[in-house]
């Protein structure tokens, strides 16, 4: 034991375990708490809940609000946009769920004090878009945080979950997670009869664009790492559409969100030559896609293959023209407001490099691929839907419930619902929750039992890197060169390389084939066996570790529903060059996975879209 022999287990028993306190896990716990009055609820964050997750600097606006009460859209509408916006692929009895109950969650939020932008004429919140609301959101995290602290029975902080716990009595359900305090380095064991994972997306998976010190300098948060994925994913979830990853346009360097310059601002696009370029390429992708291209609004995935189709032909840099918009002041104030409410590092980029968005218009460029559930883009697990609403195909137990007993998921965790983003993903999380309730309740003396020998094996895998390190070090050859072992930064960026070059990331213009794709799952399981390996100097290191196999895990699972799908369905996330076409005869449906942790093996299957939604 060495360096650790004082470390501590402690263990917490509860009825509900929220896994991850971002959007979806406050409005899990907020929930919990409203349904299940005595129940024992318990949070665990590897942060802080007070800042962590996607919305952890602030937003500027919440992306996702119907306004029914003023008759602004109805869920069937918002069912609508994001059917098209996914090319016809995403879970519509999920979507309308959300859809109806998201007004609800933003009511509250205006509540709890979200300074909120309210139109002075009609007293409605201000609109950006069909769908988004302005708000002054720099607090919007620690407002939201509040009340799931006040609801939950305790909020762990600090506490990197790494692994579900399965019951020892009954197959397929789970009992509980383990992780460590990335502070202290104890060791917690949480029993609990039900599970909601809300652990966020995935970044860094794909090669960054900003590499060595400016590596996290990505769009999406950095320290969103996939456990979403990975927990259900070796607990065996089916896991769905896991290929549909999303690139975002953004301002360049910075990510600085585009959706306020153009929805509010009317800024546009145009390429090196001062051209509109989106026309030049409507014959060429209405061969590829058919009528999608012909859609309103236009489908995010095929603007950026504009966006790409123009600067392959050597045209770009493609840039935002702010020039105009920006002699307005008061535009000007909302552009730069924009960034200070969220993104301050695009304003601390332009002022780097001398870039003033009202004599300059600034440069666009493309993300690397990230894997999310919540944004533009619909990857996670397969869940049941809700009682009322779904098709009994898409039924098998309580609301949002996937695959495995007992476990619950919401926000960027869950599969085929895109454009909830924050207040989706918090309304998810209150679904989730109810449901969670529910199925506490019913399981009355029935609850599951964790075994001993379980997570007494756990702790020592979870612990092994430290030992490696304290053992390997020893060896070093020079500088932090050790033949035994593997540093958590060294396997990730093995990691981004191989996503980047076999599986469609920015070197390769995001294009793929059957044969790279191949290469590429050789490549993942080498790394996965070198991962046994990995070496961690002190704790922080040993989160970096475990984040490293959650990204693995998942990133091997986006390969494997990438080789599946033999189709082009989203030109402009990835291309599929062997099959450069969407081909609704054969692939209007969802995939699905299913791993078996005992064999390493996946198993694929297609899923029939239901529309329900006229
Ligand atoms: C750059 C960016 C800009 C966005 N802009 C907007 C916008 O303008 N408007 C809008 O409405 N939405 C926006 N969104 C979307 C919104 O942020 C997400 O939809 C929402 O945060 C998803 O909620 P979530 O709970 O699934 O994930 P998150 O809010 O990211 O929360 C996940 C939580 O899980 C924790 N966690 C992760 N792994 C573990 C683990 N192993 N153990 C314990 N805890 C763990 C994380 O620390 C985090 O707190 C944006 C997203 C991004 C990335």
Same mark, same amino acid.
């Given at each position: 034991m060495g360096l650790f022999s004082r470390r501590k287990t402690v263990f917490v028993d509860s009825d509900i375990l929220v896994v991850g306190g971002g959007m979806a896990g406050c409005g899990a716990t907020y929930e919990s708490r409203y349904w299940g009055r005595d129940l024992n609820i318990v949070c665990v964050e590897k942060a802080n809940i007070e800042r962590s997750g996607a919305v952890a600097q602030g937003l500027y606006a919440i992306n996702c609000y119907m306004g029914m009460q003023w008759n602004e859209n109805q869920p069937e509408d918002h069912v609508r946009y994001a059917r098209n916006d996914l090319m016809g692929l995403v879970r519509e009895d999920l979507g309308y769920d959300i859809a109806r109950h998201v007004d609800s969650t933003v009511h509250k939020f205006d509540e709890w004090g979200l300074p909120m932008m309210k139109?002075?004429? !009609? #007293?409605r919140y201000m609109r950006e878009g069909k769908w988004q609301i302005m708000i002054h959101g720099e607090s919007y995290k620690p407002i939201v945080a509040e009340a799931a602290r006040k609801a939950a029975t305790k909020v762990y902080n600090r506490i990197m979950i790494t692994h579900l716990l399965m019951d020892e009595t009954k197959p397929n359900r789970v009992g509980g997670a383990v992780g460590f305090?990335?502070? !202290? #380095?104890d060791y917690h064991v949480f029993r609990a009869k039900a599970v909601i994972v809300c652990a966020g997306g995935a970044s860094h998976i794909f090669k960054p664009r900003a590499v060595g010190e400016g590596m996290g300098r990505t769009w999406y948060a950095p320290w969103s790492s996939a456990s979403a994925y990975a927990l259900p994913i070796l607990a065996g979830a089916k896991m769905t559409q896991m290929e549909n990853r999303i690139v975002l346009t953004r301002f360049k360097d910075g990510y600085g969100p585009v959706g306020a310059y153009f929805l509010h601002l009317k800024t546009y696009t145009e390429n090196a030559y001062g051209k509109e370029y989106e026309s030049t390429w409507y014959e060429h992708t209405k061969q590829l896609v058919g009528d999608y291209i012909d859609r309103h609004p236009v489908p995010t995935c095929l603007r950026n293959h504009a966006f790409l189709e123009e600067v392959k032909a050597g045209r770009g840099p493609i840039r935002m023209v702010t020039k105009e918009a920006f002699q307005d002041p008061h535009k000007e104030t909302v552009g730069w407001e924009n960034f200070l409410g969220m993104t301050i590092g695009q304003a601390v980029v332009w002022a780097s490099q001398n870039i003033d968005p009202k004599l300059i218009n600034p440069e666009l460029t493309t993300s690397e691929p990230y894997v999310m559930g919540s944004h533009a883009t619909c990857s996670g697990a397969w869940a049941s839907g809700p009682e009322d609403y779904a098709p009994s195909e898409y039924q098998w137990g309580y609301n949002r419930m996937m695959t495995v007993d007992g476990l619950f998921g919401a926000g960027d965790t869950i599969g085929g619902t895109a454009h909830k983003f924050s207040s989706g993903s918090y309304t998810e999380g209150r679904i989730a929750a109810k449901a969670a309730v529910n199925y506490v309740n019913d399981l009355g003396k029935d609850g599951p039992r964790v075994s001993e020998d379980e997570y007494q094996a756990l702790e020592q895998v979870i612990f092994q890197p430290m030992e490696n390190y304290r053992i390997g070090r020893n060896e070093i050859v020079g500088g932090t060169v050790s033949p035994s072992y593997l540093l958590p930064l060294s396997g990730l960026q093995r990691l981004e390389k191989i996503m980047d070059e076999y599986v469609g990331g920015i070197s390769s213009h995001y294009t793929t084939n059957d044969v790279l794709l191949g290469r590429g799952l050789e490549l993942l399981g080498m790394l996965k066996e070198d991962l046994d390996h990995l070496g961690a100097e002190d704790l922080h290191q040993l989160q970096r570790a475990w984040e490293l196999q959650h990204r693995t895990l998942a990133s091997e699972c986006v390969t494997q529903h990438t080789m599946f799908r033999?189709?082009?369905?989203w030109p402009g996330y990835y291309y599929r060059a062997d099959h450069p076409k969407l081909d609704d005869t054969d692939w209007h449906c969802f995939t699905l996975s299913q791993y078996d942790r005992n064999t390493g093996e996946w198993a694929m299957e297609k899923a029939p879209v239901y529309h329900i939604v006229d």
């Open positions: 139109d002075p004429e !009609t #007293g305090n990335v502070r !202290t #380095g033999e189709e082009t369905r």
